[in-house]
């Protein structure tokens, strides 16, 4: 049974929301992460496992306002609706920094990511060899998908409903980014290209994916996070760990692909060092610029979850 929550607890929810979709937008940061290190990712994962066929029983049996409760209603309503909001509008301005200014990008969740990791790696009390295997397994394995070049899968029907169903299990998990999966699968720009332009029926197939793949992944994860909490802790720390690949700053694209509208996008990109990447690219590195939002993204996770704390005693 959740604790009852006042007007300020659901506002300051939402917002939590409006930040997981913002987080969500960016290909290699996850939604998951802000849930983790704002303090709502065990309730968001058992109020997600709730939604079954115990709660049709609930519903069928004691009606609408018992399976409200049941599922935990409010809870998921008000994170959705700023999960949303952000998506519909903060997304624009994501697409624009990732154009126009993506060292910058970058290093602001290179910082959060980064404290996220600490932070999430602090909750285990004993580092022993299963939980150093657990963690070297997760940054591998978040290591190795960030690697990987992208496909080109054309969005048809079936591949708008399998992608969604793929990247929202990726959503959340912290430290593995929904986004990146939907790069790697080619259906990035499709996707935010829906959200933007509000094709509805796209939207429904996707939407319709991320419903299946939530509902199904939430229980695996619920039941981890209740039996083997410290292991599956050490292997979200890995993820995001080994994502932290995918958000540095100085990246140079060795190969690119032609989508099918013409458009050039990057296939292969290589990291390196801000003066390598000065003197290989021509482009200007902001080291100072991008080491002040790096500081930045840390400094909000931690006042995250300071405000959390405050607002909790």
């Avoid at 404290?115 to 909750?123: C, E, G, I, P």
């Avoid at 995001?240 to 296939?267: C, D, F, M, V």
Wanted: charged residues 10%; glycine residues 8%; positive net charge.
């Amino acid at each position: 049974m959740h604790k009852e929550k006042s007007w300020r607890d659901y506002l300051w929810l939402s917002f939590k929301g409006v930040l997981m979709g913002a987080a969500d937008a960016v290909p290699g940061v996850s939604g998951g992460t802000i849930a983790f290190v704002s303090g709502i990712y065990d309730e968001l994962i058992d109020s997600l496992k709730q939604i079954s066929p115990a709660a049709l029983a609930v519903l069928l049996k004691r009606g609408p306002r018992a399976f409200w409760v049941y599922i935990n209603g409010s809870f998921l309503l008000t994170l959705l609706s700023g999960i949303l909001l952000s998506l519909f509008s903060v997304s624009h301005l994501v697409v624009y920094w990732l154009e126009h200014a993506p060292q910058l990008l970058w290093s602001f969740f290179f910082g959060l990511v980064l404290a996220s990791t600490w932070l999430v790696s602090r909750d285990i009390s004993r580092w022993q060899a299963q939980t150093l295997g657990m963690f070297t397994i997760g940054a591998l394995l978040a290591y190795v998908i960030t690697t990987m070049a992208p496909a080109m899968l054309e969005p048809t029907p079936l591949s708008l409903f399998l992608s969604g169903m793929i990247a929202i299990c990726a959503m959340i998990l912290p430290g593995i980014s929904g986004s990146f999966i939907l790069l790697l699968l080619g259906m990035y720009a499709p996707v935010i290209g829906a959200i933007q332009a509000l094709n509805i029926p796209a939207l429904s197939l996707f939407a319709a994916g991320c419903v299946l793949g939530l509902l199904s992944f939430s229980h695996l994860l619920s039941w981890l996070l209740h039996h083997y909490r410290v292991p599956t802790l050490a292997l979200l720390s890995g993820f995001l760990l080994g994502s932290l690949n995918k958000l540095w700053p100085w990246k140079y694209t060795t190969a690119y692909t032609i989508n099918r509208h013409g458009e050039q996008l990057p296939l292969v990109q290589q990291n390196m060092w801000p003066d390598v990447f000065q003197s290989t690219t021509g482009q200007p590195a902001y080291l100072v610029y991008c080491v002040g939002l790096m500081l930045l993204g840390a400094v909000l996770v931690m006042l995250l979850v300071w405000l959390d704390r405050r607002r909790r005693e």
